[in-house]
């Protein structure tokens, strides 16, 4: 099943469909690998605005629960 959601990091903000198997640091890197995102460090975690959690960058959206319409925002050291 692919999902439909936004990453915001610091510098940026995309939308991005994808597979909900993938892991999110993965779909990060689609982004940057397109030129959609600046190049940086993955965040090992981000927050979900639909469910107010933190969710892992190294476990997949569908193991954290990340459905369409979410935005992740990144937390950046």
């Known amino acids: ?9 610091t510098a940026n903000q995309a939308d991005i469909r994808i597979d ?3 892991k999110i640091s993965e779909g990060l890197r689609v982004l940057r690998e397109s030129g959609r995102m600046l190049p940086g460090q993955t965040p090992d975690f981000f927050r ?3 469910k107010e959690t933190l969710v892992s960058s190294y476990k997949t ?10 935005i ?6």
């Open 61 to 70: 959206f569908k193991e954290e629960g990340v459905f369409d319409g979410d």
């Open 72 to 77: 992740l925002i990144a937390i950046e050291p």
């Open 1 to 9: 099943m692919f999902i439909t959601l936004t990453i915001k990091t």
């Open 48 to 50: 979900s605005c639909v």
């Open 20 to 22: 909900h198997q993938q």
